[in-house]
């Protein structure tokens, strides 16, 4: 008997495919925790992260370990001034996220615009916008952020900008030798052939093919921008205190990193785990998005 030819399965989703690569599954459950942890901060604190606890300190006036406190009222410890730890690192997790949403978000619009205008148009304007492109990125990102964020006044959102503004390049240059070689295929030149406008070139046959690394790009972007905050932080020209981030509690504590590791381990496991949770992700949905990956998916 002749077999019947079945119809193909519909094809599965981004998410679907992405779940079936266990580090990327559990680098997105990591993120998802994050981001409810960061959002339920109000909830699941114990305290206010900048209230000094009477009884937060030992007599000597050092920090309490983990579990210290009368019944164990700080779970991670506390710090040098005698504030809780977990709720610290619950509510620095929000200046963590929105720093590297924002700042990456920016950094994506802008290397996105510089790098496929260059590279659909090119000539001089292209020639420029790659210069300028190239001697952005002759200069070392942190001495860079380090200089900006020097100058300018340091808060979330100018942490943020700062940030955006050392980022772009990367995708920039990236995005501009991927619009360069769609430009020159057929389907592009037949739509200029019967001339098709630059708007409808770039809305409906360039940028459709050039999502996939944007999307890469974007959630690859957000772990090294969460280290670069963390670093300008660390530096003390980032996020400024008492506003909580991972980076500056462990700026706070660096003169007790022997005498109360715990101050450092905790926010520098917490930024170790969501930088490598978005990698993972990251290389699940490069692996996801691309064709010549999908039939293996």
Do not use: C, K
């Amino acid at each position: 008997m002749t077999d019947i030819a079945l119809p193909e399965p519909r094809r599965r989703g981004t998410l679907a495919r992405l779940a079936r690569r266990p580090l990327a599954f559990a680098g997105l459950v990591v993120i998802v925790l994050t981001v409810l942890a960061a959002i339920l901060a109000p909830w699941l604190a114990p305290y206010d992260p900048n209230t000094q606890h009477f009884d937060g300190l030992t007599l000597q006036g050092a920090p309490l370990p983990p579990g210290g406190g009368p019944d164990g009222a700080f779970p991670l410890g506390t710090d040098l001034l005698g504030r809780d730890l977990l709720s610290r690192i619950l509510y620095g997790a929000r200046t963590s996220l929105v720093i590297g949403v924002v700042a990456n978000g920016m950094a994506l619009v802008v290397g996105t615009l510089v790098g496929v205008t260059a590279g659909y148009f090119r000539g001089l304007l292209g020639a420029v916008l790659m210069r300028f492109t190239d001697l952005m990125m002759a200069f070392p990102a942190l001495l860079l952020a380090i200089a900006l964020a020097a100058i300018l006044r340091p808060s979330l959102w100018i942490v943020a900008l700062v940030i955006a503004l050392v980022n772009w390049v990367q995708v920039a240059r990236v995005l501009y030798t991927e619009t360069t070689s769609l430009a020159e295929r057929d389907f592009v030149q037949a739509e200029r052939a019967i001339g098709a406008g630059h708007g409808r070139i770039l809305g409906l046959h360039i940028l459709p093919h050039l999502l996939p690394t944007i999307i890469v790009y974007g959630t690859l972007g957000i772990s090294t921008t969460v280290l670069l905050e963390a670093t300008l932080s660390f530096l003390g020209i980032g996020v400024q205190p008492p506003d909580p981030s991972w980076g500056n509690i462990i700026f706070e504590s660096q003169t007790y990193f022997q005498a109360a590791p715990w101050l450092v381990f905790f926010p520098g496991l917490a930024i170790l785990v969501l930088a490598l949770a978005f990698n993972l992700v990251g290389d699940g949905l490069r692996d996801v998005l691309d064709p010549t990956q999908r039939e293996r998916a």
